[in-house]
């Protein structure tokens, strides 16, 4: 089965420093998102991406955070200044559909970001 | 704001024991429900979902839920569980008339299945 693929696996940072999470997309999905786990809390949504833009963002994705697809193989999540509360497993996740019809989210392995 | 509850936190059987995880939703119009589940140092994989027909939806690994939606719930069950399915189970909501919606996750049930 094709894989959402993340690196790096495991990213420790210092506060205030910038970080960029990689992502490599099922290669035929056109949907894009980033979820993400603070430990013993439920996963959330960040934003999901399409054709180049940004198609809906939460509360949580304010202006510290930012996507891009610099090329056709990636989805990148740049995080400008770390926080502490950004420490948390960050999740990409593909689909070929959006929306209503979006039957199923290909999850990546996640980055586990460590703010110190 | 649509939100999802899973009541346990923590699940601890022994193996062979039937299982049932609770999941209940707050949204009353229409919704696509999944379950995903995470094993140990692995990614989230689907589980199985719910769109419409009928309630009792069979997924992988012997797994299956129940749509209620008086109860607005979506439990998932398994009549005999084994070791391998020691993992995080998460619950999720998509309403489907309100757009490009994303996936609303519970905070997930961890499942400790032991000899």
């Known amino acids: 089965e094709p894989e959402v693929t993340q690196t790096p696996s495991h990213q420790v940072t210092q506060m205030g420093q910038e970080v960029i999470l990689r992502c490599v997309p099922i290669?035929?999905?056109?949907?894009f998102y980033w979820y993400r786990q603070i430990l013993g809390q439920k996963v959330e949504f960040l934003v999901s991406?399409?054709?180049?833009?940004?198609?809906?963002k939460s509360e949580i994705f304010d202006d510290q955070f930012s996507v891009e697809r610099p090329d056709g193989s990636n989805f990148t999540l740049k995080i400008r200044s770390t926080k502490l509360e950004d420490s948390a497993m960050y999740f990409c996740?593909?689909?070929?559909?959006?929306?209503?019809?979006?039957?199923?989210?290909?999850f990546g392995s996640g980055t586990q970001l460590s703010v110190l | 704001a649509q939100s999802v509850s899973q009541h346990n936190h923590h699940v601890i059987l022994s193996e062979a024991a039937s299982l049932e995880l609770g999941c209940n939703y707050s949204?009353?119009?229409?919704?696509?429900l999944f379950w995903y589940v995470q094993y140990p140092g692995q990614h989230l994989q689907l589980l199985l979902k719910?769109?419409?027909?009928?309630?009792l939806v069979k997924g992988i690994k012997g797994f299956e839920a129940e749509f209620i939606k008086s109860k607005f719930s979506f439990n998932l069950r398994k009549p005999s569980v084994q070791w391998s399915d020691t993992a995080e189970y998460f619950c999720?909501?998509?309403?489907?008339?309100?757009?490009?919606?994303?996936?609303?996750f519970g905070k997930g049930t961890r499942l400790s299945v032991i000899a």
């Open positions: 996740a593909s689909s070929d559909r959006g929306g209503w019809q979006n039957e199923k989210l290909f």
């Open positions: 290669s035929n999905h056109l949907y």
């Open positions: 991406f399409y054709n180049n833009e940004i198609s809906e």
């Open positions: 949204y009353g119009g229409t919704v696509n």
């Open positions: 719910y769109f419409s027909g009928d309630p």
């Open positions: 999720a909501v998509n309403p489907v008339d309100s757009g490009n919606t994303p996936l609303v």
